[in-house]
């Protein structure tokens, strides 16, 4: 079964936003539009994933005084671009470090990692010269194909895990069409 499924998605969101009076005159809407930018791109909101990017935002009311703090809540409608990652997703990544416990790779900015346990059966962590050129890899056990850093991988993610600030999975490259990628 081929199920297609995308990784950045375009909603509608909404969210409040609390402001000075000194800033109601003029420039009132660029302010509230830099203040959004400001509160949400780069946050991982529940169920929309991590924001990318704020498309375009409006007011959806013309706010209300907050009592005992002299703020204006103003409730905001906004486009915005995210990335959402789900568990047996696959997913390129490059590989950005190799230890002897697996390697890390990024999704944008997603950092996954795969454990040596969930490589292929075979491979095994060196740093010798010859085999990894310069710094560590794994090595197939043929030794036709490596994962160093800087290379290209195809990943399946096992698992995802979301913060306030950034998301995490864990991938595994058993399986077809899994692994290094060769570029030609």
Known sequence: ??????????????????VKPEFCGPGYHEFLEDQLRQKVEGTVQDKAGLIIAVDECQPVDKGKLFEGTGLIMVP??????????FRNEVVDCEV?????????????PVRVFVS?????????????????GGGP?????DGTANIRRESAVRVKLVATK????????????Q??????????
């Open 96 to 108: 950005t470090e190799v230890n002897k416990l697996g390697f890390f790779g990024e999704v944008g």
């Open 162 to 173: 979301q913060e306030t600030d950034r998301m995490m999975a864990l991938g595994t490259t």
């Open 76 to 85: 905001m409608k906004y486009k915005a671009v995210s990335l959402q990652l």
């Open 1 to 18: 079964d081929v199920v297609e499924a995308a990784m950045f998605f375009n909603l509608e969101l909404y969210t409040y936003l609390l």
């Open 175 to 184: 399986g077809p069409y899994l692994g290094p990628l060769l570029h030609g």
């Open 137 to 141: 890899c794994y090595v197939s056990s």
């Open 116 to 132: 040596k346990t969930l490589l292929p059966e075979g491979w095994v962590y060196s740093e010798v010269e010859q085999v990894s």
